[in-house]
């Protein structure tokens, strides 16, 4: 599921996310163009976004005074679902904790939802360990189980609280549920791309100004939000010894604590909006 961080429709989705659910959760398409404007993404562009995402339901059009759009109430518990996971700092889950299991039988007749249900436990965090059978650490189970219900799926699932009792050795085994290569990848290439703004920002006198803070924050944000869905956060005992999920979390922490209230304080400028 691609969410490049330079992509119009993520950039507009993390805006809405990050500053304008705290503004009043409405801005004039003039004021985001201007904004997304100073993430090089220009107007067309925007328009373009701006219909794609109202076809998903993610905004709707609503004027006042000036045209403009908010987000979709249906929309709002997602986005609140996405604080937990991304600001939370989401550590290693504890073995002892054990697991929660997604077991699901689709008819053929509707298989759309079956593809439906493999693609949103994957992003929620799932590993697939046989078909039709899904584990994450059981500290998911509660996502798991508002996103099934929310899109109409848990008809077709049966959610369980697992305890792993035996027989292989579990580490070798977990690493075959899940792409560890991939998300190691995208640890990398987070921190290679952030990494030296913190360390620059670390020994700066000063805080950014606000603009600059959020032409950093924005693309910073949009490219961080997909891997605490991507990383399930498994027990440290089960992970590789050079996982470097830690090192790319430790920068995210830096930039946001550096960068999120000037940000949030330049799109009020822009807007006129205050929280």
């Known amino acids: ?141 509660d996502d798991a189980r508002s996103m099934l219900v929310r899109l109409g799926l848990s008809d077709y699932v049966h959610l369980f609280h697992a305890e792993y009792a035996a027989f292989s050795d579990l580490p070798g085994t977990v690493s075959s549920w899940w792409d560890f290569p991939a998300i190691q990848t995208q640890y990398a290439a987070f921190t290679d791309a952030h990494a030296p703004l913190a360390a620059l920002l670390a020994t700066a006198g000063a805080p950014p100004e606000p603009a600059e803070a959020f032409c950093h924050y924005a693309p910073l944000l949009t490219q961080w939000r997909r891997l605490p869905y991507l990383d399930p956060g498994l027990p440290t005992e089960l992970l590789p010894p050079d996982w470097n999920a830690v090192a790319a979390r430790q920068v995210f922490q830096s930039l946001h604590g550096v960068l999120q209230a000037p940000s949030l304080r330049h799109v009020g400028e822009i807007t006129g909006l205050r929280a």
């Not at 908010?70 to 073995?95: H, Q």
């Open 1 to 141: 599921m691609s969410d490049s961080p330079r992509r119009p429709s993520s950039l507009i989705n993390t805006v809405f996310g990050a500053f304008l659910r705290r503004l009043g959760g409405w801005i004039s398409i003039a004021d985001l163009i201007t904004l997304m404007a100073e993430l090089d993404v220009d107007g067309p562009a925007v328009r373009s976004a701006i219909s794609r995402l109202k076809k998903r339901g993610v905004l709707e059009p609503e004027r006042r005074g000036a045209p403009g759009y908010r987000l979709s109430p249906a929309v709002l518990p997602v986005f609140d679902e996405g604080d937990r996971r991304i600001f939370a700092g989401l550590e290693p889950a504890d073995l002892a904790d054990g697991w929660a299991m997604a077991v699901f039988s689709v008819p053929e007749s509707e298989r759309s939802h079956r593809y439906q249900l493999r693609t949103r436990l994957t992003w929620l965090g799932f590993g697939n360990i046989a078909p039709g059978v899904w584990l994450a650490p059981g500290r998911l189970l």
